[in-house]
């Protein structure tokens, strides 16, 4: 018989161990917030970029990886604001990005790359060739591991799990998996990869992973097509990409508690865990999305209603701030205006006070990331023409502006047309 979950829509069956739940919305291009104490939802929260896709949090900041831009978008989370846009390569389409110490580890889908990133300078120090259509990205002691899935046009040969050397970047081995090993997660010091399958005839497979050993201790033939994992105590849960449902392991015995003959009920396609409490998606297309919040024992729970197309899901720390976000005013906010322009780009900047906010600086970058011009204003409005700061005239395209006042660094996107 199919179980179900038991979702009792009152606050009080839950213990509110994380403040917030954050949803990257990957067609509306929004992150949404939502407040599991007051159960307020703001689907607008942040703006992202073209096509953003998965999120990691570190400390007071989120990392949103944006495809469609090459480049992962940094946030301020206690006021919402973009602090940079952190570009990675050409052509990358970067799939996920992950925080160690100092550093940002980036996987390079279409450039079969892992980047790593000062997070000092936002500067690439490191990358390497991982394998075929890397995504995934876990780290064990000194060693990351990072998943190739080998590619749709590959049939996803090949697929593996690459180990590398965090320091240098050296890859160690290879260790082959069931195809398309996608999300990877270390629980209980054992790695748990998510192999999708090829979505017609080859069904999902989680690969369990001694990483003292890098070896597979066993495969878990749970069926479907599995997406990310969350994990509890001694249990796993497992979303379903289609949203069919959520499958079910338990992590001592490393044995099927729920597999795709009888997954548990509503269904979700990507999922996360505090520790405590467990939420995931609905990604239902074309409209909005649906996120679950319940108990580590999926039995009771709430509903918010997202956006469209929410690709991922996370919680935010207990720590990223002590006030009411809803009352965080920014420092300061920019508006740009015309935007697309093609002769001149005009900045209007509101502080809280109604003088001067003092000098800014500004700074321009194309899609590689090169500062293509700099210049200070003390004025709260001025204008910019589209000239670089050798005095040509910038070709058409996306470009970054970078703003600092000495209270605060703001950034945002804009378009140039050509003017002819």
Known sequence: MKKVLILIFMVATLTLMGDYVYVVNSVSGTLSRIDLESGAVNNTFVQLGTTPNLIDIDGDFAYVVNSGDNSVQKINLTNGNTVSNIYVEDSANPWYAKVKDDFLYVTGFFTNKLYKIDL????????????????????????????????????????????????????????????????????????????TGNWVDVMGTVEVIDPETNTILTSLNIGGNIGKAAFINNHGYITDAMNAGIYAIDTDSDTILNDSSNPLSPGG??????????????????????????????????????????????FGSQNVSNQDHNSVEPVFQVITYP??????????????????????????????????????????????????????????????????????????????????
Not at 152 to 157: F, I, R
Not at 279 to 304: K, P
Request: aromatic residues 10%; contains cysteine.
């Open 120 to 195: 000092n300078t936002e500067e690439i120090v490191g990358q390497v060739v991982v394998g075929q259509a890397p995504e995934g990205i876990e780290f064990y002691q000194d060693k990351i591991y990072v998943t190739c899935t080998g590619g749709y046009v590959n049939n996803y040969a090949n697929s593996q799990v690459t180990v590398l050397a965090e320091e240098t970047l050296e890859i160690i081995t290879t260790i082959p998996t069931s195809l398309n090993p996608q999300s990877i997660h270390l629980h209980n010091n054992k790695l748990y990869v998510m192999c």
């Open 339 to 420: 935007n697309p322009t093609s002769h001149k780009l005009n900045f209007s900047i509101k502080g809280k006070e109604e003088k001067a906010t003092g000098e800014n600086t500004i700074a321009i970058y194309n899609l590689k990331g090169q500062i293509v011009d700099r210049f200070t204003s003390l004025d709260n409005t001025f204008s910019w023409n589209l000239n670089s700061k050798e005095g040509r005239r910038l070709a058409s395209g996306i470009y970054f502006y970078r703003i600092n006042n000495n209270k605060e660094n703001i950034s945002g996107k804009f378009v140039i047309l050509d003017a002819k």
């Open 269 to 314: 396609s990507t999922i996360a865990s505090n520790g405590q409490s467990i939420a995931f998606v609905n990604a239902a297309w074309g409209s909005n999305g649906l996120l679950w919040y319940t108990d580590a024992n999926l039995e009771n729970g709430q509903s918010y209603e997202v956006a469209l197309a929410p690709s991922d899901v996370i």
